[in-house]
């Protein structure tokens, strides 16, 4: 069955630490890939994606993310985090030509003022 | 205006109820999700309805039967509530391949 794996379950950084949080996934075929965040009491938000074209994608907030194709990974990287970035960050796998989307497990994200 | 818009918020009530979540968009997409996040804040897949047209049907209990009256639209019903159902019940909806758009979640409580 497909399947999303966050190896990072607890993550806590204090402010301007480097972030890397994993995201490896279980699928042979062609996959949309996306990292979503979701702060305290908010709901899902979209960080970044990736569908095709340059493995390195930019999301918002100084986000970034690199697909390996070899590694099925998709891993979510900052340069140095801040107090607000403390969130729930997780990792997609949208299955192409399905409408199914598959979450990580989620990373819980905590940064130290 | 809010694009994806959950009522109730909040929703307490005792073991053995039957309640209804209400969801709707106004952002045209053709295709709306229910999704379960439990305490762990883990995220599953419920059900996926593609133009009033249900596609995705997760192993999910018949306790809890979705119903879309139109595209813009997608309920929940859940009949027999039990102590495992409570969890925050997050609707979407999607273009097709895009991002999903969130409601900002019902929070089920059974007591």
């Known amino acids: 069955a497909q399947s999303v794996s966050q190896h990072n379950h607890h993550v806590i950084l204090s402010e301007a630490a480097s972030l890397e949080l994993g995201c490896n996934y279980s699928?042979?075929?062609?996959?949309?890939l996306f990292w979503y965040v979701q702060y305290p009491g908010q709901h899902l938000q979209l960080l970044l994606k990736?569908?095709?074209?340059?493995?390195l994608v930019k999301g918002i907030k100084g986000f970034e993310a690199e697909f390996i194709k070899s590694k099925f990974s998709f891993n979510l990287r900052k340069p140095s985090v801040q107090w607000s970035d403390t969130a729930e960050y997780f990792c997609?796998?949208?299955?192409?030509?399905?409408?199914?989307?598959?979450f990580g497990t989620g990373t819980r994200l905590k940064v130290l003022a | 205006d809010t694009a994806v818009s959950q009522t109730p918020k909040y929703l307490v009530t005792q073991m053995g109820n039957d309640k209804s979540i209400k969801c709707e968009q106004n952002?045209?997409?053709?295709?709306m999700y229910w999704y379960k996040q439990d305490s762990k804040k883990f995220l599953k897949i419920m059900f996926s309805?593609?133009?009033?047209?249900?596609?995705i049907n997760e192993t999910v209990p018949n306790r809890f039967s979705p119903k879309s009256p139109d595209k813009a639209h997608l309920n929940l019903h859940i009949n027999s509530l039990e102590l495992g159902d409570s969890a925050v019940y997050f609707c979407?909806?999607?273009?097709?391949?895009?991002?999903?758009?969130f409601g900002s979640g019902t929070q089920l409580s059974v007591l």
């Open positions: 990736y569908f095709s074209g340059d493995p």
């Open positions: 979407a909806s999607s273009p097709y391949s895009e991002k999903l758009f």
């Open positions: 997609a796998v949208m299955l192409s030509g399905t409408y199914k989307y598959i």
């Open positions: 309805y593609n133009n009033k047209e249900l596609i």
């Open positions: 952002l045209g997409h053709d295709t």
């Open positions: 699928y042979g075929g062609t996959v949309n």
